[in-house]
């Protein structure tokens, strides 16, 4: 029996892995958690400069709809961040209620 990609559900070329991905499917993902991920360290810096609270928000609410995309992979069992997005989402709601509650984070 064939594996298939746990990804695009194509048979075949699929890598010897814990999660069945084939290379195209490998390499995409691979770029979009990069990707994703640089951008929600890039966010966290800006937001401990930012001194309005609208703005930080604004940081917050990108860094958890970057964390949010990710877990679509988690519930595959496809590994992207170590915390899983699952524990960084809760910390990262945690941090943004700071920042409401308090004006600061």
């Known amino acids: 029996m064939m594996r298939r990609c746990q990804q695009c559900r194509r048979a075949g070329a699929v890598r010897s892995s814990t999660v069945d ?14 990707e994703r991920v640089r951008t929600i360290q890039e966010t966290l810096r800006k937001s ?7 703005a930080k928000l604004r940081h917050w609410d990108l860094i958890l709809a970057q964390t ?18 699952s524990t960084l989402l809760e910390d ?12 600061e984070a």
């Open 21 to 34: 991905l084939c290379e195209d499917c490998n390499t995409a993902i691979t770029e979009e958690v990069h």
């Open 48 to 54: 401990k400069m930012e001194v309005s609270v609208g």
């Open 68 to 85: 949010e995309a990710l877990l679509k992979y988690e519930e595959r069992e496809i590994l992207t961040t170590c915390p899983p997005p």
């Open 92 to 103: 990262f709601r945690t941090m943004r209620d700071t920042v409401l509650g308090k004006g």
